[in-house]
């Protein structure tokens, strides 16, 4: 039985189901979800990450990590946590870089992946097996040491299911995914409400059919890695698309081979995510404690040096490889690519500052 016959199987027995319901059984089934079952990264999947872009997304997370350290006063042991670590692109650009300009930071290290696939964790433990740094495995948040953490996560949070809202005779109700008799998937309103004081605003303006996102489990990891950072000391680098502050609108999506479509078409299939609001997570750090800043994905690779690096990289190279460093370049930070869309959001304990953020 394929994903939307079950779907539409639990929906004629209980009833309609929740977006957040919904998307945790197309991405996280066990038989037939999204994460467990496709190969989403790369070229040849359904979209290309940042750190698959190019090696310097990487390698300039890899700089800000070893800064991130000294600005924590060099601990002799810490750990460097990943969130969602994909192919384990990231990590490898990362430890080579930081190998090359602190071999301090590398022997003070310990490496956590924290991956619940069981695939993606045999095909991260490939891609770090040429690195001598202590790395380990693990499920959860919850099973990182308590020590000073530098923690980084790329593309993590829009993966994380969210709640919607439709605005509907005046009121917010949640929206609930449904089916009609031929087996098509529908939205419709539910009759579960939100509290007022949880919405914008402007929330008694905005018109009939406007949807309001708000993801509690996304909130919950936040405040998660925040009392970690708050209580043992550390930093946190958190890069995703989204939006600096709340509003109104659908962002559900859904991308296969590159190309958005029909999210609820083929549950299980595609890609489905929605923006990531930073206001609400850098309230939830906050709310724990740390301090928090964000800036778009460009301005944090620009000042981190992203084009002396691919200066550094085209030097004495042929036009073809300058041409597409140029074309990498523009992809990460140009503001019709990943640049704008693309937000980085920095937590740090109170005592700690990270360049280039100005945590408050």
């Given at each position: 039985m394929s994903l939307k016959q079950r779907?539409?199987?639990?929906?004629?027995?209980?009833?309609?189901?929740?977006?957040?319901?919904?998307?945790?059984?197309?991405?996280f089934d066990r038989d037939n979800g999204y994460y467990t079952t496709q190969e989403p990264f790369g070229r040849s999947g359904d979209f290309i990450t940042a750190p698959e872009v190019s090696q310097m997304f990487g390698e300039l997370i890899g700089v800000w990590c070893v800064g991130a350290w000294q600005a924590l006063g060099s601990p002799q042991h810490f750990s460097l946590c990943?969130?969602?670590?994909?192919?384990?692109?990231?990590?490898?650009?990362?430890?080579?870089?930081?190998g090359k300009i602190s071999p301090a930071f590398m022997k003070a290290v310990k490496v956590i992946m924290v991956e619940l696939s069981e695939r993606l964790t045999k095909i991260q433990q490939e891609a770090l097996a040429q690195h001598t740094a202590d790395i380990e495995w693990r499920k959860t948040i919850a099973e990182i040491p308590a020590n000073p953490l530098i923690l980084v996560a790329n593309e993590l949070f829009d993966a994380i299911p969210s709640r919607q809202y439709v605005k509907s005779n005046g009121r917010f109700v949640e929206r609930m995914v449904s089916a009609d008799s031929e087996g098509n998937l529908f939205f419709a309103a539910g009759s579960g409400s939100l509290e007022k004081a949880l919405l914008p605003g402007s929330s008694d303006t905005a018109a009939d059919g406007s949807i309001f996102e708000i993801a509690p489990a996304r909130n919950a990891l936040m405040h998660q890695i925040a009392n970690h950072i708050c209580r043992e000391r550390g930093a946190a680098l958190?890069?995703?698309?989204?939006?600096?502050?709340q509003g109104y609108g659908d962002t559900l999506q859904a991308l296969s081979q590159h190309r958005p479509i029909n999210a609820l078409s083929t549950p299980g299939a595609a890609d489905i995510t929605t923006h990531v609001d930073f206001h609400s997570l850098a309230q939830s750090a906050r709310a724990e404690g740390c301090k928090s800043s964000a800036m778009t994905q460009g301005d944090f690779l620009i000042a981190m040096g992203l084009l002396d690096r691919a200066g550094a990289l085209g030097q004495g190279k042929s036009p073809d490889v300058q041409e597409q460093l140029h074309?990498?370049?523009?992809?990460?930070?140009?503001?019709?690519?990943?640049?704008?869309?693309?937000?980085?959001?920095?937590?740090?304990?109170?005592?700690?500052?990270?360049?280039?953020?100005?945590?408050?």
């Amino acid at each position: 039985m394929s994903l939307k016959q079950r779907i539409i199987r639990q929906i004629e027995t209980t009833g309609p189901i929740s977006v957040a319901d919904y998307m945790a059984l197309c991405l996280f089934d066990r038989d037939n979800g999204y994460y467990t079952t496709q190969e989403p990264f790369g070229r040849s999947g359904d979209f290309i990450t940042a750190p698959e872009v190019s090696q310097m997304f990487g390698e300039l997370i890899g700089v800000w990590c070893v800064g991130a350290w000294q600005a924590l006063g060099s601990p002799q042991h810490f750990s460097l946590c990943e969130v969602g670590p994909g192919r384990g692109t990231l990590m490898n650009d990362l430890l080579r870089t930081a190998g090359k300009i602190s071999p301090a930071f590398m022997k003070a290290v310990k490496v956590i992946m924290v991956e619940l696939s069981e695939r993606l964790t045999k095909i991260q433990q490939e891609a770090l097996a040429q690195h001598t740094a202590d790395i380990e495995w693990r499920k959860t948040i919850a099973e990182i040491p308590a020590n000073p953490l530098i923690l980084v996560a790329n593309e993590l949070f829009d993966a994380i299911p969210s709640r919607q809202y439709v605005k509907s005779n005046g009121r917010f109700v949640e929206r609930m995914v449904s089916a009609d008799s031929e087996g098509n998937l529908f939205f419709a309103a539910g009759s579960g409400s939100l509290e007022k004081a949880l919405l914008p605003g402007s929330s008694d303006t905005a018109a009939d059919g406007s949807i309001f996102e708000i993801a509690p489990a996304r909130n919950a990891l936040m405040h998660q890695i925040a009392n970690h950072i708050c209580r043992e000391r550390g930093a946190a680098l958190l890069v995703d698309y989204g939006h600096l502050e709340q509003g109104y609108g659908d962002t559900l999506q859904a991308l296969s081979q590159h190309r958005p479509i029909n999210a609820l078409s083929t549950p299980g299939a595609a890609d489905i995510t929605t923006h990531v609001d930073f206001h609400s997570l850098a309230q939830s750090a906050r709310a724990e404690g740390c301090k928090s800043s964000a800036m778009t994905q460009g301005d944090f690779l620009i000042a981190m040096g992203l084009l002396d690096r691919a200066g550094a990289l085209g030097q004495g190279k042929s036009p073809d490889v300058q041409e597409q460093l140029h074309i990498d370049v523009e992809r990460l930070a140009g503001p019709t690519e990943m640049g704008t869309l693309f937000k980085v959001l920095c937590i740090t304990d109170p005592a700690t500052h990270t360049f280039p953020f100005q945590t408050k």
